[in-house]
Nanobody
Framework: QVQLVESGGGLVQPGGSLRLSCAAS????????MNWYRQAPGKQREWVAL???????NYADSVKGRFTISRDNAENTVYLQMNSLKPEDTAVYLC???????????WGQGTQVTVSS
């Protein structure tokens, strides 16, 4: 089994920054891809960013240039640094791990990010 625990969400003013963390535990194995998604009320879940175990990152156009994904393989943790936040970034942010050896995926419970003045 794999467990993911997100943290770091909160209330921030427009233009502010937050750093989210997602700690993974369990049968993770070495090769996997970590993803961040978000879901706003009444909207579909939206992919935000991913990072491979080798450090290759990719971003949704809506966050490119403002968000940075990174990972600490020794700590099995992925981060999402969010800068220049906008009200439309308000959502529950969830991390997802995809295991390379099986293709299985697991989700965390999510952390709320609210951007408001």
């Amino acid at each position: 089994q794999v467990q993911l625990v997100e943290s770091g969400g909160g209330l921030v003013q427009p233009g502010g920054s937050l750093r989210l963390s997602c700690a993974a535990s369990g049968r993770i194995f070495k090769f996997n891809t970590m993803n961040w998604y978000r879901q706003a009320p009444g909207k579909q879940r939206e992919w935000v960013a991913l990072i491979t175990n080798g450090g290759r990152a990719n971003y949704a156009d809506s966050v490119k240039g403002r968000f940075t994904i990174s990972r600490d393989n020794a700590e099995n943790t992925v981060y999402l640094q969010m800068n220049s936040l906008k009200p439309e970034d308000t959502a529950v942010y969830l991390c997802k791990i995809v295991l390379a050896y099986s293709g299985d995926s697991y989700w965390g419970q999510g952390t709320q990010v609210t951007v408001s003045s």
